[in-house]
């Protein structure tokens, strides 16, 4: 793999390119991502990905652990509470270090280059294709299941619908930044009508007096201490994605105002979001109906108004698509920042030279995604991962509070109660333990070693800048072929 600070050296100086990389044309000098992603897409981008299908079809997980309607609502609000502290954490780091890759430039920063490969490593490889491959599955079993009724759809038709939305919003992420924010506006907004359809049938039961599940909503609760756990580690994935801002921190018009103000106006808004549609719900549903159900917000429709579930069943599509493609647009930043420090192959640290999109690190992105819609349940290999999620994001934490001495006199243009990040880091402590101590199993050693893995790539081919035979010629061939280039980039570290 080239080495990526010498290529920047070597343009520094006057030199030519090193091998591996055509040069560039004095009219492709100044090829970069460009600042396209303004306030309203940003919290699009937030509330887009992290609100997805399962508020539609299956929020029962958390009541499923605490058996009360009161608990699980607690357990909603708490989570929201977490993901704001964890977001408020990233915004901080994203304006000290206003860095795309999110997770990846801060511990860079803060722990070096090792530890920033292995969050790399484990991210392009395993967790993000996996959850585009994922929510490409949900989709293709939501869009099949209206011809196919109650008999379910054939496995291969399901796949084929979920390989044709990846091809489609990858080949959208590839040709425009302003065509993919225009996608996740759209369906955005168009999940958030739904979701206010919803709540505003609640108030109206609620207005009508159905408040019988809600008047003893603590009666029954779990008195496990670890059931609470559970459902804390479950309601916390139905947030996942209120980092994905910093993913593209290099892209966002005014970073220093858009970022912190897309978390502050988009966490709120799921977190009520998500509160306000649960009670919708227990105005028309009994907890043991909920549990009953395969789709909660279908069922709901059903109930309320003869031919609305047809309106909730095309929001799910569309929720589906936006949380898809806010996860192709912020994985193939990850991938593009990674290969930029050479960490990665070069091709896929390069930039359209038309369009300005990273082409080749959305379309291996989007290429992984495929390869693993392929097994018919991979699902189980995802979840012994997810844990490595929140042990990266402890430490991110953990490098906030060490960036404050290692750069105490660094420009902070926001700066939190150092309080937030130690209640972020025991909370993934905390949240890293439970699944292991709730479940414990030999996956969990083999994630590990996975992780650890990585470094068996990092020594010869980051570490030591030893280059296969013919990378040189595939690397020009594939910029031909791509029509990308190398962009002008300061390396971290």
């Not at 207005?207 to 201490?225: I, M, V």
Request: charged share 10%; aromatic share 12%; with cysteine.
């Amino acid at each position: 793999m080239t080495d990526l600070k010498e290529r920047n050296a070597n343009k520094t100086n006057g030199n030519p390119a090193p091998d591996g990389v055509a040069p560039k044309s004095s009219e492709s000098e100044s090829i970069s991502l460009k600042r396209q992603v303004g306030l309203m897409s940003g919290i699009a981008l937030i509330v887009g990905t992290m609100i997805g299908s399962g508020i539609f079809i299956s929020p029962k997980g958390v009541l499923r652990q605490t058996e009360s309607v009161g608990m699980s609502l607690i357990i909603w609000l708490a989570c929201g509470i977490l993901a704001m502290l964890g977001a408020l954490s990233y915004a901080e780091l994203g304006t000290l270090i206003p860095k795309s890759g999110a997770e990846y430039p801060y511990l860079f920063e803060a722990f070096g280059p090792i530890l920033a490969y292995l969050y790399a490593w484990i991210s392009v490889v395993i967790l993000k294709p996996a959850s585009v491959a994922a929510i490409a599955l949900a989709f293709g079993e939501y869009a099949a299941a209206p011809f196919y009724g109650n008999c379910g759809a054939p496995d291969i038709v399901v796949k084929l619908l979920a390989a044709g939305a990846i091809l489609i919003i990858t080949w959208v992420n590839c040709y425009s930044v302003k065509w993919a924010t225009s996608v996740q506006n759209v369906f955005t907004a168009a999940k958030l009508a739904c979701i206010g359809i919803i709540i505003m049938i609640g108030f109206v039961r609620l207005g009508q007096g159905h408040t019988e599940y809600l008047t003893r909503s603590f009666e029954g609760s779990s008195s496990k201490g670890l059931s609470y756990a559970v459902a804390f580690y479950q309601g916390l994935w139905a947030y996942d994605g209120w980092n994905n801002l910093n993913y593209v921190t290099e892209e966002i018009k005014n970073p220093y105002r858009n970022l912190p103000l897309s978390i502050i106006i988009g966490l709120p808004l799921t977190t009520v979001c998500y509160l306000l549609v649960n009670i919708a719900y227990f105005t028309v549903m009994s907890p043991a109906e909920l549990l009953a159900s395969n789709a909660v917000a279908v069922t709901f429709g059903d109930w309320v108004i003869e031919g609305l579930s047809w309106v909730i069943s095309i929001s799910v599509w569309c929720s589906v698509i936006g949380s898809m493609n806010g996860t192709i647009f912020t994985s193939g930043r990850l991938t593009f920042v990674a290969a930029r420090e050479g960490h990665m192959v070069e091709i896929l640290s390069m930039v359209h030279v038309k369009h300005f999109t990273p082409f080749p690190a959305v379309a291996f992105t989007s290429l992984l995604a495929l390869f693993m819609i392929i097994p018919s349940n991979f699902d189980q290999l995802v979840n012994y991962f997810s844990f490595t999620a929140w042990l990266f994001y402890g430490l991110v934490m953990l490098a906030l509070i060490a960036l404050r001495f290692s750069k105490r006199d660094a420009k902070r243009p926001i700066k939190i109660p150092i309080v937030i990040p130690i209640i972020v880091l025991l909370a993934s402590v905390y949240l890293v333990i439970a699944p292991i101590i709730d479940e414990p199993a030999l996956e969990y050693l083999y994630a590990t070693m996975f992780i650890l893995a990585g470094l068996l790539f990092y020594v010869p081919f980051v570490h030591f800048k030893y280059s296969l035979p013919g990378m040189t010629q595939f690397t020009i061939f594939s910029q031909c072929i791509m029509q990308v280039a190398p962009t002008d980039h300061m390396p971290l570290g």
